[in-house]
C-alpha cells in the first residue's frame, strides 16, 4: 500500500561533502515530488519540488533529480552542513490531488 | 505571519478515553489537512478540509475519528474510543486555495499522541 519508499532509513556524512537522498515510487500517476525536512519537535518544512515535465530542479545548495522511467528521485545536498541535520521525506502527489503520500523519512546526520 | 498551530503539544490517555486535538491554520488558508505518522514510519494522509467543507476523507481509519472545522477557521479532530493503535503524532498543514494542488503545505508541530 505504501506508494512512496526511502529504503535508507539513515544517512552519515562529513561535513562539506555530498549527502544524496534516494526516494522510489510505485503509483505512475504521480507527477508531483517534493521533500521536507524535519527536524525533532517540529513539524515538516517545505524544501524543494520538481514537477514531473522536468528532470532537475535546483535551489542553492539542494538539487532534486527525477527519473519518470525509474520511478526513482534523489535529492543532493552540496556541500552538506550541521545544520542539515535533520529527517528528510520524500512526498508525491497526482494532478489536481491536494493530498501527499510520504515515505517514511531518512535521518541524516552531518559529521564536523 | 503565525505559522499552523496545534494544541496539545502531547498527550497522554488510557485505551477507551476520548482526545480531542485542535489546529489552527495560518490565517487566510482555506485549505487544512491532517495527517498522522505512526511509530516513526510515513506520514499518512488522513483529510482535506476547503474552508468548512470536507473535500477528501479518504486517509480516515474508521469511524472512531471525527474531524470538523466548523466556520471554515480552526479545526478539531476527535478520537473517541482511543485505542493503542492511534499513538502517533498528528499533524495538521495548511495551504492557500490559490494555484490549486501545488500550493505548499504548510506543518504544524504535531500533537504526540499516546494511548496506554
Known amino acids: 500500500d505504501q506508494q512512496v519508499k526511502q529504503n535508507s532509513p539513515s544517512l552519515s556524512v562529513q561535513e562539506g561533502r555530498i549527502s544524496i537522498l534516494n526516494c522510489d515510487y510505485t503509483?505512475?500517476?504521480?507527477?508531483?515530488f517534493l521533500w521536507y525536512k524535519k527536524y525533532p519537535a517540529e513539524g515538516p518544512t517545505f524544501l524543494i519540488s520538481?514537477?514531473?515535465?522536468?528532470d532537475k530542479n535546483e535551489d542553492g545548495r539542494f538539487t532534486v533529480f527525477l527519473n519518470k522511467s525509474a520511478k526513482h528521485l534523489s535529492l543532493h545536498i552540496v556541500p552538506s552542513q550541521p545544520g542539515d541535520s535533520a529527517v528528510y521525506f520524500c512526498a508525491a502527489s497526482e494532478s489536481n490531488d491536494y493530498k501527499l503520500s510520504f515515505g517514511a523519512g531518512t535521518t541524516v546526520t552531518v559529521r564536523a | 505571519e503565525a505559522g499552523v498551530t496545534q494544541f496539545p503539544s502531547h498527550s497522554v490517555i488510557e485505551k477507551g478515553q476520548t482526545v480531542t486535538l485542535r489546529c489552527d491554520p495560518i490565517?487566510?488558508?482555506?485549505?487544512l489537512y491532517w495527517y498522522r505518522r505512526v511509530m516513526g514510519k510515513e506520514i499518512k494522509f488522513l483529510l482535506h478540509f476547503v474552508k468548512e467543507s470536507k473535500q477528501d476523507e479518504s486517509g480516515m481509519p474508521n469511524n472512531r475519528f471525527l474531524a470538523e472545522r466548523t466556520g471554515g477557521t480552526y479545526s478539531t479532530l476527535k478520537v473517541q474510543p482511543a485505542e493503542l493503535e492511534d499513538s502517533g503524532v498528528y499533524f495538521c498543514?495548511?495551504?492557500?486555495w490559490g494555484a490549486g494542488p501545488q500550493e505548499t503545505q504548510y506543518f504544524g508541530p504535531g500533537t504526540r499522541l499516546l494511548v496506554l
Open positions: 490565517s487566510g488558508h482555506d485549505n
Open positions: 498543514a495548511s495551504s492557500h
Open positions: 503509483n505512475s500517476m504521480f507527477d508531483y
Open positions: 520538481i514537477s514531473s515535465i522536468k
